[in-house]
């Protein structure tokens, strides 16, 4: 695993779009199956865009099987000038007006929940995500394992959001406790808030 620091963006959001094509937040943010992997690469995209200027992409050996988004706390803030620059704005024009507010609504809710469960200063695992058919050969552990270490090092803790239930026993294994479970206001997608204290 090494961190990217000129990351193939597209090839990388095209793997994730992939990877995440069945999450329950993405199935809600982009509800047609025949368009969802097309619309999250957008997304995907404007996080690797953001993170490779303002955080961390870990990738696999290959870089291109798998990756992990992180963000210093200091980097969460998206300003209007970051949404130009890193492409949101170029992105919602694709995915049309209703999509992109169901992203803002869901962001804007996981953030203030964010804000309530922690303010030191800490990293946040924006995203980490795997080729499908590459699941079930270690990667996704092989991803968090080198920054976790790093962050132990430094004395950091680590916040993270899932919707995949299947998610949440990996990040017990790594240390990560559950903080918030519930749905997301509409009732239609569970969310769990995850905190990992530097061990």
Known sequence: MAIAKHPDTDALAAMLSRAFYDDPLFVYFFPDDTKRE???????RYMLNHAANKGQIVVTDDGLSGAAIWSPSGALHYSLLDLLR??????SLHQGP???LRQ????????????????DSHYYLATIGVEPD???KGLGSALLRPTLAELDE???????DTHNEDN???YRRFGFEIVHHGFLPGGSV???AMLRLPG
């Open 38 to 44: 097309k619309l999250n690469h957008f997304t995907f």
């Open 168 to 170: 949440v026993s990996l």
């Open 154 to 160: 430094q004395q950091l803790p680590v916040y993270l």
């Open 134 to 136: 590459k699941h079930g």
């Open 98 to 100: 209703a999509a992109v």
């Open 86 to 91: 890193y492409g949101a704005v170029r992105g």
């Open 104 to 119: 803002l609504k869901a962001l804007d809710i996981m953030q203030a929940m964010h804000k309530s469960i922690i303010t």
């Open 190 to 192: 569970m969310h769990w």
